[in-house]
């Protein structure tokens, strides 16, 4: 009772206007008391001669002049000082955005329900009948809302309980009768009922959607953690790697130096102590010269000839033969060598570079996006990539050309002996290896050709089981004739249809385990695809079967 009274008293010092307590409380003649900026506010926006009471609607004229109730002021700071704040809800007007009561007369206030059986809004002071009366009982009530008058019918005037399931809206109980007539009908409390269990179903549909993108998140979240770590790896393996390199560079810099410091060392001794030898010879032989000259001058023949066999004796000369006076290069060679080192190194480097580049383009998180397989050339030419043969590869009667692109199956090759050469079976392997997604394509012509991709462990020598393309387990062929196609793999052989075409496309997705061959002309036809997991870096192969035929890995850049 004690907080009924303290709202009552509350609503009495609150404005109707803000609904707030009174500031500057001022009191118009018909007695109501507003906040003075409220009722200033609210006449000017009146601009009229005559001026009304917001709530009684009283009228007076002229404008009053406003004075500031001392006394309501005092009585509105003690209640601030009790805690008390704004009017109970059930006395709040209604603002632009708010339903309206119905049946309040004069300023409205805020409904609290509407009724969809009378199709009105009432505050809670006018919605108490429907509490009370047995027959208003019944009533629906929901939360106040502007579209009320959207549930009558616009032909009939009657309210729409009923939904006509041709149509596909709401109507009355009359529009069955002639605009609807015949049409599947039913009332709109079924049909509630069925949409409301689709409604359900719906909701479980996206609940369970809604796990599943959460799970999809965290799998996400979990690939975001795992690409950081590992790229965190990646830089720090990297950075010891090239730092190794970089101290083995240094340490063959050193050893070069301390070499050639040796090298230079001994060189230089040898040669000053002949150089010592020979001015201690021009030393003996000076003083000869000098003996010999006063020995000339001597006027005692018996004298000249008992000295001269003495003084006319010279020693050995010191082998010189060894000096070859010409333009010698010294050290010249080892810096040569080692401007050949550099120049291997850079195009190891160049070549490599490219390589490690294209491989950290190409890490994904495989994502179903970045697994699907391109659907048009231009897509597979994005992953376009030069195949170059390697000749130490070559079978004997392979001969290659156009930079080691171009392989023809003629007459003996002065190839040197190798250990990755073939020695059975007509192949090649490509020089590179390849281990991302990568497109190339094949132009061949004469017989029969296998394309091929393999392992590099795969026997260059032996039975053609062991070393044939599509023979064993370490390849996968397609074999191109005039008039077929058939892949091998594992010795299996699998018949291929499709469209004939002298030029064969090869998609790899290495991580992804895909390998597809795809006929080319003016489109593409898939002519087969592999599923698996590779497990080793592949190279690219040709098998040319029939003497004279020719098989190329084209430009596509």
């Known amino acids: 009772?004690?907080?009924?009274?303290?709202?009552?008293?509350?609503?009495?010092?609150?404005?109707?206007?803000?609904?707030?307590?009174?500031?500057?409380?001022?009191?118009?003649?018909?007695?109501?008391?507003?906040?003075?900026?409220?009722?200033?506010?609210?006449?000017?926006?009146?601009?009229?001669?005559?001026?009304?009471?917001?709530?009684?609607?009283?009228?007076?004229?002229?404008?009053?002049?406003?004075?500031?109730?001392?006394?309501?002021?005092?009585?509105?700071?003690?209640?601030?000082?009790?805690?008390?704040?704004?009017?109970?809800?059930?006395?709040?007007?209604?603002?632009?955005?708010?339903?309206?009561?119905?049946?309040?007369?004069?300023?409205?206030?805020?409904?609290?329900?509407?009724?969809?059986?009378?199709?009105?809004?009432?505050?809670?002071?006018?919605?108490?009948?429907?509490?009370?009366?047995?027959?208003?009982?019944?009533?629906?009530?929901?939360?106040?809302?502007?579209?009320?008058?959207?549930?009558?019918?616009?032909?009939?005037?009657?309210?729409?309980?009923?939904?006509?399931?041709?149509d596909q809206k709401s109507i009355c109980y009359l529009c069955p009768v002639d605009e609807h007539k015949g049409h599947d009908t039913v009332s709109a409390a079924v049909e509630r009922t069925e949409r409301q269990r689709e409604l359900e179903v719906s909701r479980l549909n996206i609940q369970q959607r809604i796990q599943d993108r959460e799970k999809d998140v965290k799998l996400l979240q979990q690939e975001v953690d795992a690409v950081s770590h590992s790229a965190d790896e990646a830089v720090e393996a990297s950075e010891k790697i090239f730092t190794e390199l970089i101290r083995l560079i240094q340490k063959r810099s050193s050893d070069v130096r301390q070499q050639i410091r040796s090298q230079q060392e001994t060189e230089v001794s040898r040669v000053k102590e002949l150089q010592e030898k020979l001015q201690q010879e021009i030393t003996e032989l000076k003083r000869k010269d000098a003996e010999l000259k006063k020995l000339s001058h001597t006027e005692d023949h018996n004298q000249f000839l008992h000295n001269y066999p003495s003084v006319s004796q010279l020693s050995e000369p010191t082998d010189s033969s060894s000096i070859d006076i010409r333009p010698l290069r010294y050290f010249e060679d080892?810096?040569?060598?080692?401007?050949?080192?550099?120049?291997?190194?850079?195009?190891?480097?160049?070549?490599?570079?490219?390589?490690?580049?294209?491989?950290?383009?190409?890490?994904?998180?495989?994502?179903?996006?970045?697994?699907?397989?391109?659907?048009?050339?231009?897509?597979?030419?994005?992953?376009?990539?030069?195949?170059?043969?390697?000749?130490?590869?070559?079978?004997?009667?392979?001969?290659?050309?156009?930079?080691?692109?171009?392989?023809?199956?003629?007459?003996?090759?002065?190839?040197?002996?190798?250990?990755?050469?073939?020695?059975?079976?007509?192949?090649?392997?490509?020089?590179?290896?390849?281990?991302?997604?990568?497109?190339?394509?094949?132009?061949?012509?004469?017989?029969?050709?296998?394309?091929?991709?393999?392992?590099?462990?795969?026997?260059?020598?032996?039975?053609?089981?062991?070393?044939?393309?599509?023979?064993?387990?370490k390849s996968w062929a397609l074999r191109c004739a005039n008039n077929s196609y058939v892949f091998w793999f594992n010795n299996i052989s699998t018949p291929v249809s499709g469209a004939q075409s002298s030029r064969?496309?090869?998609?790899?997705?290495?991580?992804?385990?895909?390998?597809?061959?795809?006929?080319?002309?003016?489109?593409?036809?898939l002519l087969h695809r592999v599923q698996t997991t590779f497990t080793q870096p592949l190279y690219a192969g040709l098998w040319l079967l029939d003497s004279g035929v020719t098989a190329e890995f084209c430009k596509l850049k």
């Open 1 to 166: 009772m004690a907080q009924q009274g303290a709202q009552l008293d509350g609503a009495k010092f609150c404005c109707s206007i803000c609904l707030d307590l009174l500031k500057d409380p001022v009191t118009i003649p018909c007695g109501h008391s507003y906040c003075m900026s409220c009722i200033n506010n609210f006449w000017d926006e009146e601009e009229k001669a005559v001026y009304s009471c917001p709530q009684c609607r009283q009228t007076v004229t002229p404008r009053p002049v406003l004075m500031k109730s001392t006394m309501l002021a005092v009585l509105v700071e003690q209640l601030k000082k009790t805690g008390l704040k704004a009017a109970p809800a059930d006395l709040c007007y209604t603002g632009p955005e708010d339903v309206a009561c119905d049946v309040c007369t004069g300023r409205k206030l805020k409904a609290h329900k509407s009724c969809m059986q009378c199709l009105a809004s009432y505050c809670n002071k006018h919605l108490q009948p429907h509490y009370d009366a047995a027959p208003l009982k019944k009533h629906k009530l929901v939360e106040p809302s502007k579209k009320l008058q959207e549930n009558i019918c616009s032909r009939h005037d009657e309210v729409m309980k009923m939904f006509c399931r041709t």
């Open 334 to 473: 080892v810096t040569a060598a080692v401007s050949e080192l550099r120049d291997k190194l850079q195009d190891i480097l160049k070549e490599e570079w490219t390589n490690i580049s294209l491989t950290v383009t190409e890490v994904d998180v495989l994502l179903s996006d970045s697994k699907s397989e391109p659907k048009t050339r231009a897509g597979f030419l994005k992953y376009s990539r030069e195949i170059t043969l390697d000749p130490n590869t070559a079978y004997m009667k392979l001969l290659l050309s156009e930079e080691n692109r171009k392989a023809e199956l003629t007459t003996q090759q002065s190839y040197s002996s190798h250990p990755d050469r073939f020695t059975v079976c007509e192949q090649v392997l490509s020089r590179d290896s390849l281990t991302r997604r990568c497109y190339w394509e094949v132009e061949w012509r004469g017989g029969g050709v296998r394309v091929a991709v393999a392992y590099k462990n795969i026997n260059r020598a032996g039975r053609s089981n062991e070393c044939g393309f599509g023979r064993n387990d």
């Open 504 to 525: 064969v496309g090869v998609y790899l997705d290495h991580r992804a385990g895909i390998l597809s061959f795809y006929s080319v002309s003016e489109t593409m036809t």
